[in-house]
């Protein structure tokens, strides 16, 4: 599992969101948090999308949470940002092994609990916890 940039930037992005009482512009959140605006204006995009967050138009737009930080997990987040789901590898993932082989495979099913228990760990952490 590869968590990238993007990530790296959704979770940075909505500590500081959350923090804030009100909508939080790309160039406010590019310039306070040091991140290239086209690239954070995607990941809100996609957060946006996924609805981790509401997003105003005009002078006072911007982005707030659309739910309560104790209601938006890192795994949510992770999928969000990356644009698919978080697998430690490609045949871990709920459609089984690419290759048709679970059947003789021997270590598909460690892969399938090694994955659930990143699952259980990355949904069991909220925005809530990193903020406290």
């Known amino acids: 599992m590869l968590l990238t940039r993007a990530s790296e930037y959704a979770l940075i992005s909505l500590i500081y969101i959350a923090k804030q009482n009100i909508p939080i512009d790309v160039d ?33 737009g911007g982005f707030i949470l659309a739910k309560k930080p104790n209601e938006i997990n890192i795994k949510d987040i992770i999928t969000a940002a990356e644009k698919k789901e978080p697998l430690v ?3 871990s993932s709920i459609s089984g092994c690419p290759n048709n082989k679970e059947e003789s495979c021997m270590i598909f099913p460690m892969l399938c609990k090694l994955q659930d228990k990143i699952d259980l760990f990355l949904t069991d952490i909220t925005l809530e916890q990193i903020l406290n």
């Open 28 to 60: 406010t959140l590019s310039n306070e948090l040091n991140i290239p605006r086209s690239f954070l204006a995607k990941i809100l995009q996609s957060l946006a999308k996924n609805g981790l967050l509401h997003s105003y138009k005009g002078i006072k």
């Open 89 to 91: 590898f490609e045949c």
